[in-house]
Structures are given as structure tokens and as C-alpha cells.
């Protein structure tokens, strides 16, 4: 019988001697601390601006089919651009890259805001601005991604780090589409457009007041066709990174554009308004962050690769769930543990690929993360807006909810190849010892 790994770093220790500081241990570098406070604060506005143009669009059109055209306009740019973002992130200077996106943000939100609250907003002028933030989002995806092993110094802090951000991205997922329900029912979506706008100073003034060494910033000889031949190759051939962004292209297809017909559901389905949809996208919001803060607990990147289609097919049978329920109550229950499944998935697949990455792939891996996780959710949306208008909202979900646990278990059929792949690496960081030959590869498997 297989001894879980996590159990042979050190003996149990007391209830009495137990603390739970090293949950936070990211924090100790002082960049990361910068990052988290501006962002704390940015990802709030964000989250009430995505709950605004979903709710705008449906107040505009009461149709399933534009959200899901919206979601596609704001979205595909990424799936256009980001590997080409990719080389840039790795040729550039990755803090300069992070607030030029900060700004360019800033004016989309601003001038969301000024067309909405001069009421003079439609849905194509709606459709331009979801297109200039996807081109944006193109861009700072894969930079955020790759900057954040530069403010964590200590490698061994950087699992920490990301499973911190994810508490921030979802404590803000709370909170924001709840505040946004209260302000658009108390006046209009153009003042949640408005705090965005407003909120990404803070994330402006966090990394400008960063110290990041010069010496990070490598430039590279080869051409952008070259570095970009490299990067496709590397996550080709590399069989734990290849499985785990297409178990991720297929949950972002499939699963993710459940989203879009949130404003459905709780208009039609639900029968209830804007501050219902606040709810079911607050309860979406605890569910994931209560999955972050499970993996901040965490000490190493040692078992999570189990937890990968574990945590897909909670998701699948969430949505399948949420697809049956009319009641609101029981909808919102629902979401719990969609959204445990959906980041603790996300959060998972995105600590193992950084941790195996090499650092001067690092920016062209993420963007192909980035294709993944983002890049395939505009058809995913054009197609759960589709289906939504020929089968209905509940019937989409359902099926989306289904092809997810599927793909779960396509992955947990390719585990034991890339755990063989896996250890050569993690024997190489020091996460797990050398294997002697009574022992196969008990270790990474747990």
C-alpha cells in the first residue's frame, strides 16, 4: 500500500507544537508583499467590472448568444497573441511589461465607465473595448505569470506564492461580484466600470515601487520565430506540461464558459436579478477560496498531481448539478463546489508547470498556459452562447459539465507516464530524494 509522501518529510508533529506560519511564508519578500496589497485591491474593481459588462450586455440584448459574442471578443486575442507575448515576456523587462498593461487597463475601464454613465454605451461599442482588454489580457497574463518567480527570491516560497495569489484573485472574486450586484441595483453598471478604473493605481504605484535586480532581464540572441519554435517544442515534447495544458484547453472549452450564462441563470432560470447573480458568483467565489486556502497550508509541491483530475471532476459534477437546480439556495451550494473544483485545479496545474519550467522558458510556457486557460474560452463562450440559445442554459451547463469529468479521466489514465517524466526534475530541485531500487515512483504518485 502506497505511503503518502507528504507524510515522510517529518514525523507528526504535537497538536501543541503545530503553527501554520509557513502558510503565509511568501510574504517575507518584499516585492511579493507590494504585489499582493496593490492587487488586493485592483482584482476587487475587476471582478465587479466582469459581473458589469456580463449584466450590460444582457440589459442591452437579452440574449445568450451576445454574451457568449462579447465573452468571444474579449478573449480571442489572447488565443491570437499570447505565445508571441510569450517571447516578449521572456525579452523584456517583465515589471515594465506589468505596468503598461496596469495602464492600458486603466483607460478600457475609464472609457467603459464614461460611455455608460453618459449612457451612451451599445453593444458594439462594448464589443471594441472587450477586444482592446483581450489584447491587453494577452500581454499581462503571461507577464504575471512569469514575474512572480521574480519577486519570490527563494524558490522554494514560490508554491506559496501562487496558491497566496490565488486566495487574493478569489477572496476579490467574493467580494467584488457582490458589490457589484449592490451597485448595479442601486444605480448602473457604469460606476462598477468607474472603481475599476480607479483601483488599478494601486497596482500601478505597487510595482513601481518594486526593487527588482537588473540582472533578471536577459535578452535573447535568437529571432522571435526561433524562441517561439522553442518554447512550442519544449511544451510539445515535455509530457506532464503537454497533458496538463490540454486537460486545460478542454476544461476551458467545455467547462469555464458556464460563466457567460450566469445573467440566465439568474434572471430566467432563478427568477431573480442583478444582486442574484452578485450571489451566485459570491458563492462561486468561496467555494475557490477555500480551495486556495487548503493549498497554502501546504508545505511542497509533493502530491498535487493527483489532486489535478481529483479537483476536474468536482468540477464536472458541479456544473452537472447547477444545470438541474431552480432553486437559489441550492444553486448557490452548487457554485461551492464548482468553484473548489475550478481553482483548486487551476491553482494545482499552475504550481507543478512553474515548478518544473526552466527559468529562460519561463514567459513562453505560461503564454501557452495562458492559451489554455484563457485562449480557448472564447469558443468555449461563442459555443455555450449558441447552445444556450438552441438547448437551453441548463442543458449547456449540464453537457459542459460532463465532457469536464470525462477529461478527468482521460488524465488520470496518462498519470503513472508523467509521474516517470516528473521525478527526474524533482530529484533535481531537491523535492524528492534520489530513488533507490526497491522504490519505483511511490513518491511523486503521492
Known amino acids: ?103 492600458l487597463a486603466m483607460v478600457q475601464s475609464l472609457a467603459m465607465a464614461a460611455l455608460t454613465l453618459t449612457k451612451l454605451i451599445n453593444i458594439h461599442e462594448v464589443l471594441a473595448l472587450s477586444v482592446f482588454q483581450g489584447v491587453i489580457n494577452a500581454f499581462d497574463m503571461p507577464g504575471r505569470q512569469a514575474f512572480l518567480v521574480q519577486m519570490v527570491e527563494d524558490r522554494g516560497d ?31 453598471e457604469g460606476w462598477c466600470f468607474l472603481i475599476d478604473g480607479v483601483s488599478y493605481i494601486a497596482v500601478i504605484i505597487s510595482l513601481l515601487m518594486m526593487r527588482v535586480p537588473v540582472v533578471a532581464v536577459k535578452r535573447a540572441a535568437a529571432s522571435m520565430v526561433e524562441q517561439l519554435k522553442e518554447g512550442w517544442t519544449y511544451v510539445s515534447g515535455f509530457a506532464p506540461i503537454r497533458t496538463i495544458l490540454l486537460l486545460f484547453a478542454l476544461l476551458s472549452l467545455m467547462g469555464m464558459p458556464f460563466v457567460v450564462l450566469m445573467p440566465i441563470f439568474a434572471a430566467q432560470v432563478l427568477h431573480g436579478g442583478p444582486h442574484t447573480l452578485g450571489f451566485l458568483m459570491g458563492a462561486l467565489g468561496v467555494g475557490a477560496l477555500a480551495s486556495a486556502l487548503s493549498l497554502v497550508l501546504r508545505k511542497s509541491v509533493r502530491g498535487l498531481l493527483k489532486m489535478i483530475p481529483i479537483a476536474a471532476a468536482v468540477f464536472g459534477v458541479g456544473l452537472v448539478g447547477f444545470g438541474l437546480s431552480h432553486m437559489q439556495w441550492l444553486s448557490m451550494a452548487l457554485m461551492l463546489v464548482t468553484g473548489f473544483g475550478m481553482m483548486q485545479g487551476l491553482t494545482v496545474s499552475n504550481t507543478i508547470i512553474q515548478t518544473l519550467v526552466p527559468e529562460d522558458k519561463r514567459g513562453r510556457v505560461m503564454s501557452y498556459y495562458t492559451v489554455a486557460f484563457v485562449g480557448m474560452a472564447p469558443f468555449g463562450s461563442l459555443m455555450a452562447g449558441a447552445l444556450g440559445h438552441s438547448i437551453g442554459s441548463q442543458r449547456t451547463v449540464m453537457i459542459s459539465g460532463v465532457a469536464c469529468v470525462a477529461g478527468a479521466l482521460w488524465f488520470w489514465s496518462r498519470m503513472k507516464s508523467i509521474r516517470v517524466e516528473m521525478r527526474p526534475v524533482y530529484e533535481q530541485l531537491g523535492i524528492i530524494q534520489p530513488k533507490v531500487p526497491a522504490v519505483v515512483e511511490e513518491e511523486v504518485s503521492h
Open 1 to 103: 500500500m502506497a505511503i503518502d509522501s507528504d507524510e515522510k518529510i517529518e514525523p507528526e508533529k504535537p497538536a501543541s507544537s503545530r503553527d501554520y506560519s509557513h502558510a503565509w511564508r511568501a510574504l517575507r519578500h518584499r516585492n511579493f508583499r507590494l504585489f499582493f496589497s496593490g492587487q488586493s485591491i485592483s482584482l476587487i474593481g475587476t471582478w465587479m467590472t466582469r459581473i458589469a459588462t456580463a449584466w450590460l450586455v444582457y440589459r442591452l440584448t437579452k440574449s445568450s448568444l451576445l454574451l457568449g459574442t462579447v465573452s468571444f471578443a474579449g478573449q480571442i486575442p489572447t488565443f491570437l497573441l499570447a505565445p508571441f507575448a510569450g517571447v516578449l515576456v521572456d525579452r523584456m523587462d517583465r515589471r515594465r511589461v506589468l505596468i503598461w498593461t496596469q495602464v
Open 158 to 188: 514560490l508554491s506559496n506564492a501562487i496558491a497566496i495569489n490565488s486566495s487574493m484573485v478569489n477572496l476579490a472574486r467574493l467580494v467584488g461580484p457582490s458589490l457589484a450586484g449592490l451597485v448595479i441595483a442601486a444605480t448602473n
